[in-house]
């Protein structure tokens, strides 16, 4: 496990704090519902890029794929809530993925690459809570969050090629890595900080 989380680790502006995690274990409905609905999200945005960006070939090939492995995500996280009684219930979103889309630029075709950037940064977040999960939580979770790291490990390494891929190819005047510093400083700002209610995604609770 530790190798398929060290480069996430090293990617991102620090951990998820201990507070969180703590509290994961009382907040497990909570916590597999707003699951459920983080791999439905990831699913969407991955098949609105294949929408929006077709002259891209290997970006429809890379989101389609992953399209395909988030909604089976989604099936099985929905499948883990019927075992452990949890009911599928409308929770409101965390600030979380809001305040990373905030700060997306509007104009292509920087948004393009903010967007790229944006998801490596989710990715890499989401692979980073699944090995804190594994230890607190009862181990039918536990080992099911230890089987997503790797496909959450990729997807990560994935939206960042890509983003330097295009950035390259299309000569854009825009640094990669100042704008992946931009969303990895959002990222543990966000987490860092206290929120109300509990999610897969949220700040230290409050």
């Known amino acids: 496990m530790s190798d398929l989380v060290a480069p996430v680790r090293e990617f991102l502006h620090g951990p998820t704090p201990k ?18 609905n983080c791999e439905k999200k990831a699913a969407s945005n991955a098949i609105s ?51 990373l889309h905030r700060l997306i630029c509007k104009q292509e075709p920087y948004r393009l690459i ?11 977040r ?9 230890p607190v939580l009862p181990d039918s979770v536990g080992q099911f969050y230890r089987t997503l790291l790797k496909s959450e490990a990729r997807h990560f390494q994935d939206y960042l090629a890509l983003a330097r891929q295009i950035a390259a ?7 990669v ?8 400083q959002a990222d543990a700002e966000l987490i860092n900080t206290a929120d109300s ?3 897969f995604h949220s700040g230290v609770p409050g």
């Not at 507070?19 to 459920?36: M, N």
């Not at 989401?126 to 594994?134: G, H, N, P």
């Not at 890595?177 to 990895?184: C, E, N, T």
């Open 169 to 175: 190819s299309a000569s854009l005047d825009v640094d």
């Open 49 to 99: 890029l294949i929408y929006r960006y077709v002259e891209h070939t290997h970006l429809l090939q890379k989101m389609s794929r992953l399209a395909r492995e988030e909604l089976r995500h989604f099936e099985q996280v929905v499948d883990l809530m019927t075992k452990h009684g949890v009911e599928y219930v409308q929770l409101s979103p965390s600030r979380y993925a809001a305040g």
């Open 19 to 36: 507070a969180w995690q703590r509290a994961a274990l009382d907040h497990l409905p909570e916590l597999l519902i707003d699951h459920a």
């Open 197 to 199: 209610e509990f999610r």
């Open 177 to 184: 890595d100042k704008r992946v510093a931009v969303f990895l």
């Open 114 to 124: 903010d967007s790229l950037v944006c998801g490596a940064v989710v990715e890499a």
């Open 126 to 134: 989401s692979c980073e809570r699944f090995a804190v999960l594994i």
